[in-house]
């Protein structure tokens, strides 16, 4: 489930600039990523049934390629589609109580900033840890300030069962030092969502991790 490099998607409609978001998933799946989550945020974002139905065909894509499909946040829209599982935030749901809601088969992620969050994540039955942003970000509006890797170091020598996946501004250019850091993976939108050629970029991230000295 979580096999280092793992290239973890994250998308929602507001990241697809004018393209076709399904078609943006379909190739990131036919790429290799590991994981896909449907984050669907900010002005335009899709609700209600609009929503539900997207968030099915993202869904019923992932099932296709056999890869796990979270939604962020909304553990409501998670159940109501069948997902495998939701990430939260630490100004989301508490972990504890989204971890109950979902029960023990779907995968929980939760972003943390530091090792006491991490603890707190991991003891609340946290499955995976999102850790950033490691650089610049234009996709999340309300992103912290850049924290390198340092972090992440931290968190994988305390829990090293732990996966941890950096994100943040991660490019192939610099997954180096997220790898280096002990990374299980890199969590990616623009980088991906941009790409001219997304199969292409995907085996850019993996051939990062090549030649990193663990
Ligand atoms: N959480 C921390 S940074 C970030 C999220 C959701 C955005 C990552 O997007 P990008 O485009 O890969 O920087
Ligand atoms: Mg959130």
Redesign the pocket.
């Known amino acids: 489930m979580f096999n280092k490099p793992s290239v973890y998607f994250?998308m929602g409609t507001q990241n697809a600039s004018g393209k076709n978001p399904l078609s943006i998933l379909e190739e990131a799946l036919k790429g290799g990523i590991s994981h896909f989550q449907l984050?669907e945020k900010g002005a335009g974002a899709l609700q209600g049934q609009d929503l539900l139905e997207f968030a099915e065909k993202c869904r019923d894509l992932c099932a296709v390629y056999e890869v796990p499909f979270l939604i962020n946040d909304d553990v409501e829209l998670a159940l109501a589609v069948g997902a495998d599982g939701i990430h939260i935030g630490q100004e989301d749901m508490d972990c504890g109580q989204a971890r109950t809601l979902i029960g023990k088969e779907k995968m929980l992620g939760v972003?943390v900033h530091s090792l006491e969050e991490a603890k707190i994540a991991i003891d609340a039955g946290a499955d995976y840890l999102?850790m950033?942003?490691v650089?610049g970000?234009?996709?999340?509006a309300d992103?912290k300030r850049p924290a390198g890797t340092a972090g992440i170091s931290e968190v994988t020598s305390h829990f090293p069962l732990t996966p941890v996946f950096g994100?943040?501004?991660?490019t192939p250019q610099n997954a180096p030092a997220a790898w280096q850091a002990g990374a299980c993976g890199v969590?990616?939108?623009?980088?991906l969502s941009e790409a001219d050629d997304i199969a292409l970029q995907i085996a850019h991230f993996k051939n990062s991790y090549k030649g990193v000295l663990i």
């Open positions: 994250i984050r972003s999102g950033g942003p650089y970000t234009r996709s999340k992103a994100i943040g501004g991660i969590a990616v939108i623009s980088a």
